[in-house]
């Protein structure tokens, strides 16, 4: 069983700055791909960002934050990043890191494993 443990969330302005990190308790997390999703109230969970397991590092975004939000991985400390730029009042959610079994990451969240509980992003205009 994988824990994910999401940190970094926040009140921001506008344009500023985030980052967000996913924490794992699982050694082999290397192998596991993660995606980051995130619910604003009353709507669905959607897609934000993707990145492969097994080293192989390719990364999948989605289209309204493609250019603004990188994500990243430091398997030496089992953690999943989430640098979120140029932050729009649009941005605001609960922002979820998931894991998959699998090196291959998805964009559906139906194909993910594992769940944190969430962080809150909340930008204002």
């Known amino acids: 069983q994988v824990q994910l443990v999401e940190s970094g969330g926040g009140l921001v302005q506008a344009g500023a700055s985030l980052s967000l990190s996913c924490a794992a308790s699982?050694?082999?997390?290397?192998?596991?791909?993660v995606g980051w999703f995130r619910q604003a109230p009353g709507k669905d969970r959607e897609f934000v960002a993707a990145?492969?397991?097994?080293?192989?590092?390719?990364?999948a975004y989605a289209d309204s934050i493609k250019g603004r939000f990188t994500v990243s991985r430091d398997d030496a400390k089992d953690t999943v990043s989430l640098q979120m730029n140029s932050l729009k009042p649009e941005d605001t959610a609960t922002y979820y890191c998931?894991?998959?079994?699998?090196?291959?990451?998805?964009?559906?969240?139906?194909?993910?494993?594992?769940w944190g509980q969430g962080t809150q992003v909340t930008v204002s205009s």
């Open positions: 998931a894991a998959r079994d699998s090196i291959d990451y998805a964009i559906s969240p139906f194909f993910y494993d594992y």
């Open positions: 699982e050694r082999t997390f290397s192998t596991y791909a």
């Open positions: 990145i492969a397991g097994g080293s192989r590092n390719h990364t």
